[in-house]
């Protein structure tokens, strides 16, 4: 099953990579540049994954991250990192409720990993959430 | 101008009596024959109770001075018996309003036979004079007592020439030099060749043109250690008000000088760490992409063996500055601590194999271990502790090519702190090494990236510890790691 994938990122070269990485792997993807806008996006349309960048140009990813839990609380949100990023930052968005990080410090092998690894673990918790009432 | 005998004796009795010192004649028998108003006036007696009496009688009101007595009649006696005159300093004569000292001079008269015919006393009421001196001797005795009980402070003068004319104990102990070693020897042994070539003539020019100067300067201990003091040097002026030689007061600012140098260095740290921390933020993207595109085009299966290799290069270079610059921010990170309760001494234990997985030489290297039982224990993030351990344990290493011992010590070193230190027998490290030794960057080694001492350094603040050196070129170094233990 192909996923749907948001991503939001500032640069452009970023994003185009994204695209192209994750396109590589069957992903379907739209990418965006500012969190207001991708509010916007989420509003109307359906995502299963957004890929977020912490550092963004006008609200910065912990906002934008707190507004799409309250307005889709089940999409699952991964936050991108990076060398030199706050690190108190990062600790809040783990109350936030984002479900994991890739790093641009990371070779580009292990974010493509992870980030299916990511998936597979909301995947199968999913799963367990729909099977549970039956058992 | 004829005066007639009358006249003359007259005369004299008027230059006797405005004299101002004690005159009297006593004859053989001791007894005075002629005295003079200033004799009536000092001992409070009249003429009549003066001439015809034993002259010991009339100086001294009573006989509570009988060794004093005792002394001028022996000197007396000596004036008679060798006819020859004396002087006999500060005898006391009473009198009405207490005690007075005379300065005598005791002269034998005699007659043109060369007999004995009395005795002439001449004195002087040297009273005040000897109390004055003894005032002044008791400020002189007050300010070398407040000069030599400076012990902050070294205090030492020289003439013109720069000879040491005083020299305090304060300046003992900050120099090692002791005053009879020291004293008359020239300036230059406190002060290294520099200071006297260049700033030692300047600072006496300064003096000379302003009155006093004050300089931080080096001086050098007996032990030809450097010191580093706040020298302030003053004229010293003679009593004509001419300049007869310099007044120095040095002060040791070894602490102080520490303290600054450790202020300058974290603050110069912590610039550099943000410095760091921007410039790896700003490599993320670009590197991102580079990285990201290169793995898109070696997906390619249609690669021409040479583009491939040359791609291949391109993707190791990239990853090489992405290991970089996470090592970069490993020393800039303010670093978010794994905390946990640490015995040092089980984590010391647990890093020793570690270091045979790091290419080390093979020259015999003792490792000696004295942990302190019942150390207390820390809280701190075992993963860094170990990583600063390992960092000191190999640089140790690389500092005895040709063999020698390495020491680790633990001990409670006070209510708050414990230590850690880490010496070897190694080459030591250069001053000018030393000042540079936690800057990142920093390397006296062929492949390395500077950075071990300045992640070491990092993580040792950022546990609230310290981290301190002692070295000496050819025989070792020690580092002495300072981490708060908990109550």
């Known amino acids: ?135 | 101008m004829n005066i007639s005998i009358d006249g003359k004796d007259k005369l004299c009795h008027k230059l006797l009596d405005n004299a101002s010192m004690l005159i009297f004649f006593i004859n053989s028998e001791g007894n005075i024959v002629i005295s003079n108003k200033m004799m009536e006036a000092i001992t409070s007696k009249s003429k009549e109770d003066i001439l015809g009496k034993n002259w010991l009688n009339v100086l001294y009101r009573d006989s509570n001075t009988p060794i004093k007595q005792q002394m001028f009649r022996a000197v007396m006696e000596n004036t008679m018996t060798y006819k020859r005159a004396n002087n006999f300093q500060e005898v006391i004569v009473d009198d009405h309003n207490g005690e007075k000292i005379i300065s005598w001079s005791i002269t034998p008269i005699l007659s043109e036979s060369q007999d004995l015919e009395g005795v002439l006393f001449a004195g002087n009421d040297i009273t005040d004079l000897r109390k004055r001196e003894e005032s002044l001797k008791k400020i002189d005795d007050t300010l070398k007592n407040i000069f030599s009980s400076i012990k902050d402070y070294a205090l030492y003068v020289t003439n013109l020439d720069g000879n040491i004319t005083y020299y305090g104990m304060g300046a003992e102990a900050m120099f090692g030099w002791q005053k009879n070693e020291i004293i008359f020897q020239n300036l230059s042994l406190l002060n290294p060749e520099e200071v006297l070539k260049s700033k030692l003539p300047f600072l006496l020019e300064q003096v000379r043109q302003k009155g006093k100067y004050e300089l931080e300067i080096d001086m050098l201990k007996k032990d030809k250690q450097s010191l580093p003091v706040i020298l302030s040097v003053n004229q010293f002026l003679d009593i004509e008000g001419k300049l007869s030689g310099y007044i120095f007061i040095a002060k040791d600012i070894t602490e102080k000088k520490k303290l600054e140098y450790q202020i300058f260095q974290a603050e110069k740290l912590a610039a550099i760490g943000q410095l760091v921390a921007g410039i790896a933020h700003e490599i993320n993207n670009p590197l991102f992409v580079i990285s990201g595109r290169l793995e898109l085009l070696l997906s390619k299966k249609r690669l021409a063996g040479k583009e491939r290799e040359a791609l291949d290069i391109i993707n190791s270079q990239a990853s090489r500055i992405r290991n970089l610059v996470d090592r970069f921010l490993r020393f800039s990170r303010k670093g978010i601590l794994k905390i946990e309760v640490i015995n040092l001494n089980e984590a010391i234990d647990n890093v020793l194999p570690l270091l045979a997985y790091h290419n080390l030489h093979t020259c015999k290297i003792n490792i000696e271990k004295d942990l302190e039982k019942n150390l207390p224990l820390i809280k701190g993030d075992l993963n860094q502790l170990q990583e600063v351990f390992i960092n000191l344990l190999l640089n140790a290493y690389q500092a005895m090519p040709e063999g020698g011992s390495i020491r680790i010590t633990t001990a409670k070193i006070s209510e708050r702190f414990l230590e850690i230190r880490i010496s070897d027998t190694g080459s030591g490290i250069t001053q000018g090494n030393l000042k540079n030794l936690f800057m990142p960057f920093f390397t006296t080694k062929k492949e390395g990236t500077g950075l071990g001492l300045s992640i070491c350094y990092n993580i040792i603040k950022n546990h609230e510890g310290s981290i301190d050196i002692e070295t000496q070129v050819n025989e070792g170094t020690t580092f002495f790691i300072r981490l708060p233990f908990i109550q």
């Open chain 1, 1 to 135: 099953m192909s996923h749907k994938v948001l991503l939001v990122d500032d640069e452009a070269a970023v994003r185009d990579l994204f695209n192209d990485l994750l396109k590589k792997e069957k992903y379907s993807v739209k990418c965006i540049a500012t969190g207001e806008e991708a509010l916007e996006l989420i509003k109307n349309e359906n995502f299963d994954v957004v890929l977020l960048d912490i550092k963004l140009t006008g609200m910065n990813g912990v906002e934008v991250l707190q507004k799409i839990k309250e307005i889709k609380p089940d999409t699952v949100v991964i936050m991108i990192t990076g060398f030199g990023y706050d690190e108190d930052l990062i600790a809040k968005t783990r109350e936030f409720g984002c479900s994991g990080y890739l790093g641009k410090n990371m070779p580009i092998s292990q974010i493509m990993s992870n980030f299916k690894l990511f998936i597979k673990t909301v995947e199968d918790k999913k799963i367990g959430k729909q099977l549970k009432p039956g058992l």
